[in-house]
């Protein structure tokens, strides 16, 4: 079936600094959603992304849709330490139904 | 306040029994969906459902049941059947299916005694 990579499984940084993040695939996607999860909680969406070449910001948060279609991104600027969490990628498909794949998440801590 | 309720957000479940998770939205979305979440992988899809007395199965649907009677309501059903139950189980909505975003509720945990 499809499967996205995400990178990096887990990052530690400092207070302040920029973090990237970023999903992959061999399939083509036509939309991309990056979400944020906390510990026992649902993910909650921070950034959709609807067309190739899109870069789309909330906030400290950027995201662009690769050109090629079959990858995504995801920066967060001059990093707080609110925005610890795991995010999750996630690419819609046609493949029959219309139907989202996701990502395994990026573990991100943040060191005050 | 609009939005997506699970509960309980803890459940406990002992051998051979069924438990049912439910999960209420009032956002008028027509399509509900359940995934689970275990540690390490992503969200996998058990059942969803387009609109009211509908649903599909997903990619791991073995061993759970569901129903849509109404539209604000998909309550998913854990059976005996289901052997490896223990996971974060995720109930999530979008105005229909398709190419909508999904929002998510918080979550229950099931847990084998």
């Known amino acids: 079936g499809q499967q996205l990579n995400q990178s990096p499984q887990s990052m530690f940084i400092q207070e302040g600094e920029d973090v990237s993040m970023n999903c992959t695939s061999s399939s083509i996607f036509n939309t991309w959603l990056w979400y944020k999860q906390e510990p026992g909680e649902g993910p909650v969406l921070l950034i959709a992304?609807?067309?190739?070449?899109e870069l789309t910001s909330n906030g400290r948060l950027t995201a662009q849709f690769g050109i090629t279609r079959k990858d995504s991104f995801l920066n967060i600027s001059a990093s707080i330490p609110s925005d610890v969490g795991i995010y999750f990628c996630?690419?819609?498909?046609?493949?029959?139904?219309?139907?989202?794949?996701f990502g395994t998440g990026t573990r991100l801590k943040v060191l005050a | 306040d609009g939005g997506i309720t699970q509960s309980p957000k803890y459940l406990f479940r002992k051998e051979g029994q069924n438990v049912t998770l439910s999960c209420e939205q009032n956002l008028n979305h027509d399509a509900m969906y359940w995934y689970r979440q275990d540690p390490g992988q992503g969200l996998r899809l058990i059942y969803y459902?387009?609109?009211?007395?509908?649903?599909q199965k997903g990619d791991i649907a073995e061993g759970y049941s569901v129903s849509r009677e109404k539209k604000e309501s998909f309550p998913l059903t854990v059976t005996s059947a289901q052997k490896n139950p223990t996971a974060f189980y995720l109930c999530a909505s979008s105005i229909f299916v398709g190419q909508e975003t999904q929002y998510f509720g918080p979550g229950t945990r099931l847990l084998v005694l």
């Open positions: 459902s387009q609109i009211v007395n509908d649903f």
């Open positions: 996630a690419g819609g498909t046609t493949s029959g139904t219309y139907k989202y794949i």
């Open positions: 992304l609807y067309k190739a070449g």
